[in-house]
T-cell receptor, first 114, second 114 residues
Framework: SAVISQKPSRDICQRGTSLTIQCQVD?????MFWYRQQPGQSLTLIAT?????????ESGFVIDKFPISRPNLTFSTLTVSNMSPEDSSIYLC???????????FGPGTRLTVL | ELKVEQNPLFLSMQEGKNYTIYCNYS?????LYWYRQDPGKSLESLFV?????AVKQEGRLMASLDTKARLSTLHITAAVHDLSATYFC??????????????FGRGTQLTVWP
């Protein structure tokens, strides 16, 4: 199974600032995704990180707020821009392992915005 | 918009008992995932169900998929305390070649007591 790491694991940020979260997969994968899990809630898909092209965003999420990079088949970043307390969540990246059709998740980044 | 309904949301059961968690979804999909999440942890992949009639078992857990009824079940047999966790079902809202966009149910918080 794919092993996914994320940095940072947690952060406390001031409103109005931005934070970039890194996601590294230990093998090449075609599809990577970013999700948000608000406290005590389920997971919501933010976007699909496409290698070599712009990310595809779900309804309610926009590139200006959540810019995403995917420079190669093992790495992606998510930036949370101009943060407000409502952005306090756990942000998880995931990768779809093509061979087994399984989607694995990183450990998450716990973000608190003051 | 794809809706995923999971029930019950809270389940408290005695060790040794059996119970079933249900996952209904609103649009056509042939790919359904079950995950486990322990408090403060990321998601652990339990089952990947890829076709109508698929049934998979691992230990005391068994998952099935009926794509015609748009229903998946997670059956717990002879529950033990170690199964206490939150269980999520997730449906792949595949559109053409874009696989892996998962829509999650709200989760079932399972507590197994002696």
């Amino acid at each position: 199974s794919a092993v996914i790491s994320q940095k940072p694991s947690r952060d406390i940020c001031q409103r109005g600032t931005s934070l970039t979260i890194q996601c590294q997969v230990d093998s090449q994968v075609t599809m990577m995704f970013w999700y948000r899990q608000q406290p005590g809630q389920s997971l919501t898909l933010i976007a699909t990180a496409n290698q070599g092209s712009e990310a595809t965003y779900e309804s309610g999420f926009v590139i200006d707020k959540f810019p995403i990079s995917r420079p190669n088949l093992t790495f992606s970043t998510l930036t949370v821009s101009n943060m407000s307390p409502e952005d306090s969540s756990i942000y998880l990246c995931s990768a779809l392992e093509d061979r087994y059709n399984e989607q694995f998740f990183g450990p998450g980044t716990r973000l608190t915005v003051l | 918009e794809l809706k995923v309904e999971q029930n019950p949301l809270f389940l408290s059961m005695q060790e040794g008992k059996n119970y079933t968690i249900y996952c209904n979804y609103s649009t056509t999909s042939d790919r359904l995932y079950w995950y486990r999440q322990d408090p403060g942890k990321s998601l652990e992949s339990l089952f990947v169900l890829l076709s109508n009639g698929a049934v998979k078992q691992e230990g005391r857990l068994m998952a099935s998929l009926d794509t015609k009824a748009r229903l998946s079940t997670l059956h717990i047999t002879a529950a033990v305390h170690d199964l206490s966790a939150t269980y999520f079902c997730a449906v792949d809202h595949d559109r053409g070649s874009t696989l892996g966009r998962l829509y999650f149910g709200r989760g079932t918080q399972l507590t197994v007591w002696p």
